[in-house]
């Protein structure tokens, strides 16, 4: 099974300069959110909130309990695993696996050839490490399925699972494709609010609920 945040980095990257198109801050808390659902996809955390209010402040400090800390065969996963001791607040715990994921994560696509590494030197000293894509065709299926779900064509529940997801984080760091358009913003705004309901989104991702609050933080 793919994982989200491999599909979160490639839309972060520019095709062209492999660079990320969102700040660094921007950057850690969406993929490592995309890394805490993948992690509660498959049942390896809950996560537990500490208040009955439903803030999005009250929902950041909500408590990742690790329910099997065992290997998951998945190198990404393991080591968002092994930084998540001590039931760590959500908020801390999607910016830790964010920075720890964001270089594996672009290994992984450059193995399977969807982006290529380049170095280069600034000033003979400096490294420059970029990404630009090799093969677009998995970003580019996946920003299909995510202009279908912002067109009205995915049901309200949201058939594309992932999509939709991918649009609530997209949505909380201000970066949907199209959100200059106020009628996609909109319909974005709607996915994003459908997955914090229960339904087939929040079913596939336990603790859904709780993790994009967070996310939203990152552009409050």
Do not use: C
């Not at 910016?95 to 720890?100: D, I, L, P, Y």
């Not at 000033?123 to 630009?132: F, S």
């Not at 999509?163 to 705004?189: K, M, N, T, W």
Request: hydrophobic letters at 45%; proline letters at 6%.
């Amino acid at each position: 099974m793919p994982l989200l945040a491999e599909s979160l980095a490639l839309l972060l990257l520019d095709d062209e300069s492999g660079r990320s198109t969102v700040s660094l801050g921007h950057r850690h808390r969406a993929v490592g959110s995309a890394v805490l659902l993948d992690l509660a996809r498959t049942g390896r955390i809950t996560v537990t909130p500490t208040s009955a209010t439903s803030s999005s402040a009250s929902a950041r400090q909500a408590r990742v309990d690790v329910v099997d800390g065992g290997p998951t065969g998945d190198a990404v996963l393991d080591a968002a695993l092994s930084g998540l001791s001590g039931r760590p607040t959500v908020g801390w715990a999607a910016e830790n696996a964010g920075h720890r994921a964001w270089r594996p994560l672009l290994e992984r696509l450059a193995a399977d050839g969807a982006v290529r590494f380049e170095e280069q030197r600034v000033l003979g000293v400096l490294k420059i490490r970029t990404w630009p894509a090799a093969d677009p065709s998995r970003e580019q299926a996946i920003r299909a399925a995510i202009t279908a779900a912002l067109r009205g064509d995915l049901p309200a529940a949201g058939s594309d699972v992932e999509a939709a997801v991918l649009i609530a984080i997209l949505y909380g760091i201000d970066h949907v494709p199209g959100g200059d358009d106020p009628a996609v913003r909109a319909r974005a705004a709607e996915i994003a609010r459908s997955a914090l309901v229960p339904g087939p989104t929040a079913d596939a991702f336990p603790g859904l609920d709780l993790l994009p609050a967070t996310i939203l933080l990152a552009v409050s």
